[in-house]
């Protein structure tokens, strides 16, 4: 058998007839339709690693097929690649170097749930999770826009912040997730329990350092969400009113986001909804929050355009107002228009409308802003993710410089190595435990320019190194 991805020449009909009975893929095209994710979000992603695929597909049903995947590839010394859904942006599931894609999407139950707790298997879509929850009068603490396709496992090893996270914080926060389990890549691979803090030496390692099973996460009592959009006439009173909102003592909205309005003219489905040419507010209040929305919205300047309870929502053939929302909001313009992209920026002081208003100044024309309210150790936070007209790398290069001059911090989208990007920073942490549950590197190790440089060390030593 050939390889597909040019990169590892085994027999790849003898290596998949050692995976039986577990499914597996192995048509070209459709080993390349698996290679992928979001990364085209980035035309820098997109140059490096469109050419870059796997070799065969597994697809286990059960722990123990799982198992058996991972054995295999220890014993063959293939590289491996976990997959859940394929929605990371950045080609965190790309097999760089080639080799075996292990996608979880069949191990997908809801194991168990209880008051504050969900348990899942890996592969389980986060919007069956949600529908789980529901039945019991809970919902998850936060998911991405994603839901539909993204599973909890790619969520906890991608994923950081969502829908929610301005009630609950970002994932990694303590009491969000509660327990996972990992494989170790071995001779004889070992499921390992991270509780409590622990869960942090693989919470977004991006698949480096263990085999994700299961998940057990925090759950949160439902409440009657509703939808709402509001508008104004400028950004800065769209940012005040947001900023307001997310932080006001008598509001408990989950989610807050202000997006330009020439980035909502790209949104055909709210055509007709929404008065056009106006910056928007949207965000999720419960329903007995809604007057006290209202009032604000007017205070700060706006129209309190569409208030919708998810009934109301599908009558009106409108999608979740979260797909206008988080990187769902690039996503509509690029339906459009793959020349745009984007980035993510930390707004160093949410509450300084005026700081915001010289850097939008500054940023030009190309670059138009969205930010998203959250709360990040118990205190309102802003990320911005804005759409960038991309002319080259040199442009965006200024670009970062221009939001950096301002004070605000980039967190590159434009990078598949996990410490360049939200981390800035190699874990060492992650690495050691990659050591110890993968010694021979065969786990996404493209992903980490660090782990080329302690591999050869022990664990402790290269736990030595991390910052205490
Ligand atoms: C439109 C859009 C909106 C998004 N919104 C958000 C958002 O609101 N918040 C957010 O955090 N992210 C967001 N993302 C990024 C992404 O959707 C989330 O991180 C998502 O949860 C990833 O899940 P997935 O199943 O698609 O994972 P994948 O993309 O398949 O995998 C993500 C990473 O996890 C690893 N992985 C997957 N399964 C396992 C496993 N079982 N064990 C070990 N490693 C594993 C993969 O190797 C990869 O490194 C968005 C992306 C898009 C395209």
Not at 176 to 205: C, M, T, W, Y
Not at 374 to 384: H, N, T, Y
Not at 415 to 427: F, K, M, P, S, Y
Request: proline share 4%; glycine share 10%.
């Amino acid at each position: 058998m050939n390889s597909i991805s040019g990169k590892v020449f085994i027999d790849w009909g003898e290596f998949a007839g050692r995976l039986a009975p577990v499914e597996v893929i192995e048509e070209p095209a459709l080993v390349k339709k698996r290679s992928r994710d979001f990364f085209w979000y980035s035309p820098i992603l997109n140059e490096k690693l469109k050419g870059c695929f796997g070799d065969l597909v597994a697809v286990p049903k059960t722990v123990e097929e799982l198992t058996l995947c991972v054995k295999v590839a220890h014993d063959a010394e293939v590289p491996v690649v976990l997959r859940g859904g394929g929605t990371g942006n950045y080609g965190q599931s790309v097999p760089v170097e080639g080799g075996l894609i292990i996608e979880t999407t069949s191990m997908n139950r809801v194991l168990d749930i209880g008051e504050g707790f969900v348990s899942a298997e890996a592969g389980a879509l986060m919007t069956d999770i949600n529908g789980a929850l529901k039945a019991t009068g809970q919902e998850m603490a936060m998911f991405p826009s994603t839901q539909d396709i993204a599973t909890i496992g790619g969520f906890v090893a991608g994923g950081s912040v969502g829908i929610g996270s301005l009630a609950t914080g970002a994932l990694r926060e303590p009491g969000n997730l509660i327990e996972i389990k990992a494989l170790s890549v071995e001779e004889q691979p070992r499921e390992h329990v991270f509780r409590g803090e622990d869960v942090l030496k693989v919470h977004h390692a991006w698949g480096l350092n263990g085999v994700i099973t299961e998940v057990t996460l925090r759950a949160v009592a439902s409440r009657d969400w509703i939808a709402c959009m509001a508008t104004y006439d400028n950004y800065r009173s769209a940012y005040v009113a947001g900023y307001a909102a997310a932080s006001a003592a008598s509001i408990s909205p989950k989610m807050v986001s202000v997006v330009d309005a020439r980035i909502v003219d790209y949104f055909p489905r709210l055509k007709g909804h929404l008065r056009q040419g106006r910056d928007l507010l949207a965000c999720y209040v419960p329903a007995e929050d809604v007057d006290t929305l209202r009032r604000l919205v007017v205070e700060k300047g706006g129209l309190l355009e569409l208030t919708l309870s998810d009934e109301d929502r599908e009558a009106a053939g409108i999608p979740h107002v979260f797909e206008f929302c988080f990187n769902h909001t690039t996503l509509q313009v690029l339906k459009s228009d793959r020349s745009a992209t984007y980035q993510q920026v930390g707004v160093p002081d949410p509450s300084d409308a005026d700081a915001l208003v010289g850097l939008r100044q500054d940023l030009g024309d190309d670059v138009w802003t969205h930010h998203e309210f959250i709360r990040l150790g118990g205190k309102i936070s802003a990320i911005d993710l804005p759409i960038i007209w991309y002319s080259g790398k040199e442009r965006l290069d200024a670009i970062n410089k221009t939001y950096e001059a301002h004070g605000f911090v980039i967190y590159d989208a434009h990078t598949n190595e996990v410490e360049r990007g939200g981390l800035h920073n190699a874990d060492y942490t992650h690495l050691a435990w990659k050591k110890h549950l993968d010694p021979k590197g065969l786990l996404n190790s493209a992903k980490s320019a660090a782990w080329h440089q302690v591999k050869h060390l022990s664990a402790n030593e290269i736990k030595a190194m991390a910052v205490t």
